[in-house]
């Protein structure tokens, strides 16, 4: 991506707003990990930390950057999250 504003300080600014919009999506992704990790421990899989070091929740391709939104007030999450996503089985790599 580049940026092309034409002050050193637009640029910074504009800078600014991309750190904070990948800071976002890095935290609701560490969340979301946690949860969907708390959930299969709960049910009885083991997954062990040393795996965990190697995911990352640097990735967005869930997210819309358009800037095109749509909000329903209305609709309410529960606890606040959407809910995972659990397949009929899990199958395993490796």
Same mark, same amino acid.
């Given at each position: 991506?580049?940026?092309?504003?034409? &002050?050193?300080?637009?640029?910074?600014?504009?800078?600014?707003?991309?750190?904070?919009?990948? &800071?976002?999506?890095?935290?609701?992704?560490?969340?979301?990990?946690?949860?969907?990790?708390?959930?299969?421990?709960?049910?009885?899989?083991?997954?062990?930390?040393?795996?965990?070091?190697?995911?990352?929740?640097?990735?967005?391709?869930?997210?819309?950057?358009?800037?095109?939104?749509?909000?329903?007030?209305?609709?309410?999450?529960?606890?606040?999250?959407?809910?995972?996503?659990?397949?009929?089985?899990?199958?395993?790599?490796?």
């Amino acid at each position: 991506m580049k940026i092309r504003d034409r &002050s050193f300080d637009s640029q910074a600014f504009r800078a600014s707003g991309l750190n904070l919009v990948v &800071s976002a999506i890095v935290h609701w992704n560490t969340v979301y990990l946690s949860r969907a990790t708390a959930h299969l421990r709960q049910h009885g899989r083991n997954i062990a930390d040393e795996l965990l070091k190697h995911v990352s929740p640097l990735s967005w391709e869930h997210i819309n950057l358009t800037g095109i939104y749509s909000w329903d007030a209305e609709q309410q999450m529960p606890e606040g999250f959407r809910p995972l996503r659990l397949p009929g089985r899990l199958l395993r790599a490796a």
